[in-house]
């Protein structure tokens, strides 16, 4: 019997356990899928000593980042990304670190491909939000990215206007808000000037309609909540920690 699980802090709003849960009971495995939900990444090390027979880890919000340091070997896609979501336990304890968002958010955008134009807002800068930048620009999307800071590689949410948003016409929320229980939290952004040829993309899969995604539909977007986008790093991650 092997054992998994998701680091992350806050997570009891994540499918993660629910989906390999699911998938150990329908094949009849004896593994196990649990949480961890820890204040600070240093405790890493401490799960993996007591938990014995861990062989893989996903890593959601607010690690992606911040747990590279502690890995003892990052594959190099997840290096040019920046950011880690999927941990394999080597022989001796030695982890291995891997990104699956980007093979997950590829996989999900092309059913809405194509747009009027390869353009797109990224709302947020944290490590999902990386891993979209990655896929966006191996697609040739020419992007802007859209923060509460303003730095020389974002725009503030008080910049975006009309003008700014009828030329970028994938819009995709990397950002917590909007996340159970806290459903009422919104990015920020002019949504009256949303039409029929945007793609609201919300990595949010908890609720399933997110109020971003709920002022998008209304201005007649199209709208895809990140669930496909966990079902297919979840396999991705899967095929990592079998391999």
């Known amino acids: 019997m092997a054992k998994y699980g998701l680091v992350g802090k806050d997570i009891g709003y994540s499918f993660s356990k629910t989906f390999f849960t699911t998938k150990f009971e329908l094949e009849n495995r004896k593994d196990t899928y649990q949480n961890f939900d820890i204040e600070c990444i240093n405790l890493l090390r401490s799960i993996l000593d007591k938990e014995q027979g861990l062989k893989g880890l996903n890593v959601t919000i607010p690690f992606k980042e911040s747990v590279i340091p502690?890995?003892?070997?990052?594959?190099?896609?997840?290096?040019?990304?920046?950011?880690?979501?999927?941990?394999?336990?080597?022989?001796?304890?030695?982890?291995?670190?891997?990104?699956?968002?980007?093979?997950?958010?590829?996989?999900?955008?092309?059913?809405?491909?194509?747009?009027?134009?390869?353009?797109?807002?990224?709302?947020?800068?944290?490590?999902?939000?990386?891993?979209?930048?990655?896929?966006?620009?191996?697609?040739?999307?020419?992007?802007?990215?859209?923060?509460?800071?303003?730095?020389?590689?974002?725009?503030?949410?008080?910049?975006?206007?009309?003008?700014?948003?009828?030329?970028h016409f994938l819009i995709v929320n990397c950002t917590p808000l909007g996340t159970f229980p806290n459903v009422h939290e919104f990015p920020d952004i002019p949504y009256k000037f949303i039409t029929e040829q945007h793609v609201l993309f919300d990595l949010i899969y908890n609720p399933q309609e997110t109020e971003f995604l709920k002022r998008g539909f209304a201005k007649g977007a199209k709208v895809s909540n990140g669930l496909k986008m966990l079902e297919y790093q979840a396999k991705k991650a899967w095929s990592i920690w079998k391999s």
């Open 70 to 167: 502690l890995l003892d070997r990052v594959d190099k896609e997840a290096m040019t990304i920046g950011a880690v979501n999927t941990i394999k336990v080597l022989k001796g304890g030695r982890l291995a670190g891997y990104n699956t968002d980007n093979y997950g958010f590829a996989k999900s955008l092309a059913n809405f491909l194509p747009l009027t134009q390869k353009t797109a807002l990224i709302l947020g800068t944290g490590g999902a939000a990386k891993a979209i930048r990655y896929v966006l620009e191996a697609m040739d999307f020419e992007y802007k990215i859209v923060s509460r800071t303003k730095t020389p590689e974002t725009i503030t949410y008080e910049e975006l206007n009309q003008e700014i948003i009828a030329k």
